[in-house]
């Protein structure tokens, strides 16, 4: 007993462990040790103060907090002792990490080294190769602006985003643009959208008397929902190979529906996945917060810490990399896709959005009296007026082929964009608007009733999971965007259409006499005009879909209908007239995303049909006759004996076996005629929405009927429970 005791004694007063893989190995280190980890493989700040003259670190971090023009000077300095760290930490190449517009990372790998006089070599790399690059940009989607002979482009450094290490190379986050200088990335939006922001709000601020302010940021914590089922089932689906989700499967006895997965206990082989990935990502400096399983089965979450706009976009887009390349050395496959399931919970990716000063000021925090703060009301009528003027835009930020299956259900918004402000701050906007006085709801203490457990306060609003564009507390929740999106699109529309209206404020209010006077005016005058936008109720009711077209808010139920608004004037006029992108850039990216989702919807239509005609035809005929055989041999041994339940099974999936033949072989022309059919990209996506996609729906239906009904011996892929709970 007292062995046992001192046992106890010394494993109760030991240094906290935590499992930390380092160069493959796993071991255990003093938990202290992980504030080492994080950032290891990041030439983050404290790396430049060490490694770089103090003039040159001075300069580079003007450049990134103010926006500063990079000399050569300091970009040869950064870029030699870049290159030192990368070396010694075992790197032999560099890449310009870009985002063009593919909606996935690229990457092209230069070593290091250089030829010397005599045969050898050294490793050089030159502040000039540290700026700019120069990938092919031929392949890249450009929407007509380039033609494929016109090959050449640039990767140009972005400074604000640190370079990281991976798997031996140096990855340096640049911009990508074309030889004649048009935009063909997502980050230079974003980055101009942030100055643009920025400039505005401060202008604002300063005749609030903040002349302290010099930059404004917003900040963003994007929540990344996924899927992780085992990589051996994944392999015999070609749906989720070629397309990230199942074409065909019959519901599983069991779903969601006994919200048990939700928050539950996390199995084994997934709590290993994650503590790798959480140590993967720490390692590159990225603020992996939180972690659980969400509602669906196989279905989990991770949440990041808020960082800047761009760093937020930059880690994002590295979080679902690295969620894939983890995955595989569990012998799972993580699926991004927004609906891969049909039947539960798709995946989103909601979007915290938030506008803060050099000074540390929170500018969508209303304090503990909003009534009395004009800077916060004027902001918030701001966001207010830009999602109700340009509520198309963000609609058709978060269309996608994979985000029209989710929006609309199981948590995930519906296609109308609406705001939810709760009811502290929406009776602060009611009293606004009709003048009356508003009555601040104070904190009420939930009690809980049970001696050991302390009571505390509970917050002013509840949340909404309907909203599509939520405020909760500090920040705004944008719940609409799907999971595997590229977050710079909707952040850089945001932050161009909040900064067009407070542009149009500072206008209004710089000669005011009595400038107190005038910002409650604006105020009640924006909030009057766009409250419409402004909705606290059930976004699923279909009270609430006769409402919205009531109050004139679009409901644009796909990409085609939405992206048909893309070019709509005002929407050119605004990012035009912010310098966010040209005409021609935007009209650009129009084709792009019309011509992927046909493409999209095109490898789809083509796996169900190839799905069809190879393995589930074949399979369904196959059983078929083994059910003829087996009557036919019962009717010959035992004639007296009904043979009732062989033939009826025969005679269901006999016809329903015809039935899913013609509708493949109608499928098959359907898609065979969608280039001659249509003249132009909308119309060929619109084809493609309503003849192609709508006939793959009835395909599905009919097949996913006979699987229920053919023997699991004869069916040819693995099932939704196969799939859902086989980790």
């Known amino acids: 007993m007292v062995i046992l005791c001192r046992r106890m004694f010394r494993q109760l007063t030991a240094p906290l462990c935590v499992q930390i893989r380092i160069s493959g190995k796993t071991g255990e280190i003093p938990m202290a040790n992980v504030t080492e980890l994080f950032g290891s493989m990041v030439f983050d700040d404290r790396k430049m103060q060490e490694r770089l003259p103090r003039t040159t670190y001075k300069s580079l971090k003007k450049t990134v907090k103010n926006g500063e023009p990079l000399d050569i000077s300091v970009a040869n300095a950064v870029a030699n002792a870049m290159k030192d760290w990368a070396v010694e930490m075992g790197c032999t190449h560099y890449t310009h990490w870009f985002q063009p517009m593919t909606g996935v990372t690229a990457e092209k790998h230069d070593s290091f080294i250089y030829p010397t006089d005599d045969g050898r070599i050294i490793m050089e790399f030159s502040g000039k190769e540290l700026i700019k690059g120069e990938p092919d940009a031929s392949s890249f989607p450009s929407g007509g602006i380039r033609a494929t002979f016109e090959a050449r482009g640039y990767t140009s450094w972005d400074p604000t985003s640190p370079a990281f290490i991976r798997e031996k190379t140096l990855y340096i986050p640049t911009a990508f643009c074309s030889y004649t200088g048009e935009v063909l990335d997502k980050k230079t939006p974003l980055l101009r959208s942030m100055e643009r922001l920025s ?7 300063h005749l609030f008397g903040k002349n302290e302010v010099t930059r404004v940021t917003t900040t963003v914590g994007p929540e990344q929902e996924y899927f992780l089922i085992d990589k051996t089932m994944y392999d015999k689906r070609p749906d989720l190979i070629y397309t990230g989700r199942t074409l065909f499967g019959a519901p599983a006895p069991k779903g969601q529906e006994l919200e048990d997965h939700y928050f539950g206990s996390i199995k084994t082989r997934v709590s290993s996945y994650m503590n790798e990935l959480d140590e993967e990502l ?62 539960v919970n798709g995946s989103g990716k909601h979007n915290n959005w938030s506008i803060s000063t050099n000074t540390g000021e929170n500018l969508l925090d209303p304090g503990k009296q909003p009534e009395n703060n004009l800077q916060f009301q004027l902001f918030l009528a701001a966001v207010v007026k830009a999602v109700h003027e340009y509520q198309d835009l963000l609609r058709l930020t978060v269309a996608s082929a994979g985000n029209d299956h ?7 918004p519906p296609a109308i964009i609406s705001m939810y402000l709760g009811d ?33 306060q509970k917050d002013n609003s509840d949340r909404n999971r309907t909203s599509p564009f939520a405020f909760t507390g500090n920040k705004f929740e944008f719940r609409a ?16 259409m909040v900064a067009e209206e407070l542009s149009e404020f500072y206008e209004e209010l710089k000669d005011a006499d009595d400038f107190e006077a005038a910002v409650k005016a604006v105020v009640k005058k924006t ?68 011509e992927h989702y046909s493409k999209q919807i095109r490898i789809e239509a083509l796996t169900m049909i190839d799905m069809a005609e190879k393995n589930i035809t074949p399979a369904v005929i196959s059983f078929v006759k083994e059910l003829t055989d087996a009557a036919l041999a019962k009717k010959s041994l035992l004639p007296s004996i009904s043979v009732k339940p062989e033939t009826t099974l025969v005679e269901e999936l006999s016809d329903e076996l015809e039935k899913f033949v013609d509708k493949t072989a109608e499928l098959k022309a359907a898609v065979s005629g969608a280039s001659s059919a249509n003249s132009d990209n909308l119309s060929q996506a619109m084809y493609y929405r309503e003849k192609v996609f709508s006939l793959m729906g009835e395909l599905r239906t009919i097949g996913d009927s006979m699987e229920q009904k053919t023997s699991a011996k004869y069916w040819p892929y693995p099932s939704y429970g196969e799939l859902l709970f086989g980790v």
């Open 527 to 594: 909030l009057t005009d766009h409250q419409n936008i402004i909705f606290n109720g059930d976004n699923y009711s279909e009270e609430w879909v006769k409402e919205a077209e009531r109050r004139g808010l679009c409901n644009y139920r796909s990409l085609p209908e939405a992206m048909a608004h893309y070019v709509d004037k005002k929407n050119i006029d605004l990012f035009v007239k912010n310098g966010i992108v040209s005409e021609a850039e935007l009209r650009a990216r129009y084709e792009i995303e019309l």
């Open 481 to 496: 965007l799907g999971s595997s999106l590229n977050i710079a699109c909707p952040n850089y529309m945001l932050n161009t």
């Open 199 to 205: 400039s505005v709000a401060v202008k604002v601020l």
């Open 424 to 456: 502290d701050l929406g009776a602060l906007v009611e009293s606004i608007v009709n003048g009356t006085e508003y009555k601040c709801k104070d904190s009420a203490d939930m009690l809980t009733k049970v001696d050991v457990l302390a009571d505390f």
């Open 282 to 343: 720490w390692k590159l400096g990225v603020f992996a917060k939180t972690k659980h399983n969400e509602v669906a089965p196989s279905q989990h979450e991770l949440a990041p810490i808020f960082e800047t706009s761009n760093i937020a976009t930059d880690h994002n887009e590295l979080t679902m990399e690295v969620m894939k390349k983890i995955a595989e050395r569990h012998g799972l496959v993580c699926l991004l896709h927004e609906k891969p399931f049909a039947g």
């Open 406 to 412: 989710r929006l609309g259900a199981n948590e995930a």
